[in-house]
């Protein structure tokens, strides 16, 4: 009673097939796809900072200089 048969599931995709169309579905099928390799893509790079969880950004020590090479000291002037 609360289940379609075979021929239910059968009319439905025929009656889908005759709404959009077989060149439609394919298309709409292709762009989910490659939605859902972005996502998975999107998600492992996502996780894989090359950072430690518990270890801090690095900060500019006291002399000046920062303990990272690729960060740029600036000096910021007020406007008059």
Known sequence: MGSF????WLIVLLVVILIFG????????????????????????G????DAPGTPPQQVTAGGKATDANTVDVEVKTKS
Do not use: E, P
């Open 22 to 45: 077989t060149k439609k579905l394919k298309n709409m099928g292709s762009d989910l796809g490659a939605a859902v390799k972005g996502f998975k893509d999107g998600v492992k790079d």
């Open 5 to 8: 048969s075979i021929w239910h």
């Open 47 to 50: 996780g894989s900072s090359g």
